[in-house]
């Protein structure tokens, strides 16, 4: 049942922000354990994309390639990502992105938040601490891929 939540003030505005975490078919290129990432079917509807992605993840020689349902809705700047089948029991993992509480038009908070649990005690044991240690990584990976992007 490890979780792991950051809210992180980045330089870059929250548009900025939310499409870099929605442009998923990019995250092999600077993601940590993040090796593949292949989209089945994308559909849009009210102004949100419904995409259906397989992720492998790698650490050594252990690979896994799990499904999940990303829901992307740009008007609220919110992405919304539901587990559907690989070695997880669950995961559940959200993305906001909120304008600075200072009120200033600058940068954004971004707002990362990810639960999960290995089915597998054994791959949990494996694989949960670099799980851990790479979900601590991610926000900084996004916002140095950021940096690249739109500096």
């Known amino acids: ?16 922000m939310y499409a870099l975490v929605a442009d ?7 993601l940590p354990l993040c090796e593949a990432l292949v989209i089945r079917s994308s559909k849009e509807r009210d102004g949100k994309t ?8 790698g650490y050594k020689a252990i690979r896994e390639t799990f499904t999940t349902q990303v829901l992307l809705n740009p008007a609220e700047r919110a992405i919304d990502v539901k587990y559907i089948e690989g070695p997880f029991k669950y995961l559940d993992n959200r993305w906001r992105f909120e304008p600075p509480s200072d009120g200033s ?3 954004c908070v971004v707002h990362f938040f990810i639960d999960y649990e ?3 005690m054994i791959l949990g ?3 949960g601490s670099m ?3 790479a979900f601590r990584m991610f926000a900084e990976a996004f916002e140095t ?5 739109y500096a």
């Open 1 to 16: 049942m490890p979780k792991f939540e950051i809210r992180r003030p980045v330089k870059h505005n929250a548009d900025q």
């Open 24 to 30: 998923v078919e990019k995250y092999p290129e600077f």
């Open 50 to 57: 419904l995409l259906l992605a397989d992720m492998t993840v």
């Open 105 to 107: 038009s600058a940068g």
């Open 118 to 120: 290995f089915k597998s």
């Open 125 to 127: 044991a494996l694989m």
């Open 131 to 133: 799980f851990d240690r």
């Open 145 to 149: 891929r950021a940096d690249k992007i």
